[in-house]
């Protein structure tokens, strides 16, 4: 079974939107927002990777950008756990402290803006973001807006810059890993090169004509990368 965590500004139906060969099992990140407000990235990937362990004896990891990021304090935290794990659109890690510092900078601007703006102009301009513009907005967006407090806690508590570089976890995995980005996405294609020389077993997929949104741009393509991924984790 594959145990999927969706992106930010995303929903657990999201995953509905890519035809994976294996049943799939989305959680509401929103929901342990508000059921665990401030969580840490660490502890969400503890807590999260036991919930898994109580349902699956061999389950799969599937993690879209922040999802992915999530994700991989899962793997950290349980490596013995998964029979492999599929990265999708992530960030593995900001190397100095000085760019985690910033970044935690700007995600409290993001979190003020979630909670204080038009939610219209507010998905607007993340939608306008280089790494997303003109790309495919997900549909479920508008419907966040009830979520605005659990949303803006995740880019506190989630920021990329409470995030440690996680090169070191995938090197250490035994578990087969495949890291995909879109052809298009070219920051997120540097830091794939980046994760396969420090990880050389990591298998890293460039998925042609796509973006950083790859459920949406090919959902067809990422089911079929994710079958052929599930074919040699046995």
């Known amino acids: 079974m594959i145990h999927a965590l969706h992106g930010n500004l995303g929903a657990a139906s999201d995953c509905a939107a890519v035809p994976f060969s294996d049943p799939v099992v989305t959680p509401d990140l929103w929901a342990w927002q508000e059921r665990f407000p401030a969580l840490s990235l660490e502890a969400f990937g503890l807590r999260w990777a036991d919930d898994v362990a109580a349902l699956d004896a061999a389950p799969v990891l599937l993690g879209y950008s922040l999802g992915g990021r999530l994700g991989l304090q899962a793997l950290a935290a349980r490596p013995s756990l998964w029979r492999g794990a599929i990265f999708v659109s ?15 900078a700007h995600d409290a601007v993001w979190a003020r803006r979630a909670r204080e703006e038009s939610w219209d102009a507010f998905l607007a301009d993340w939608n306008a973001q280089p790494v997303l513009a003109h790309q495919a907005v997900p549909a479920s967006q508008p419907a966040l807006e009830p979520r605005r407090e659990a949303i803006a806690g995740g880019f506190e508590s989630w920021s990329l810059g409470c995030q440690l570089p996680m090169e070191g976890v995938l090197a250490r995995s035994a578990c087969p890993i495949w890291w995909v980005v879109g052809e298009r996405d070219a920051p997120y294609r540097a830091l794939a090169r980046r994760v396969a020389g420090a990880a050389p077993a990591v298998r890293v997929v460039v998925v042609p004509g796509a973006g950083h949104r790859l459920l949406w741009e090919r959902p067809e393509a990422l089911a079929e990368i994710a079958a052929e991924a599930l074919g040699q984790m046995g």
């Open 90 to 104: 992530t960030h593995p890690g900001l190397v100095s402290a000085e760019e985690r510092e910033a970044r935690r």
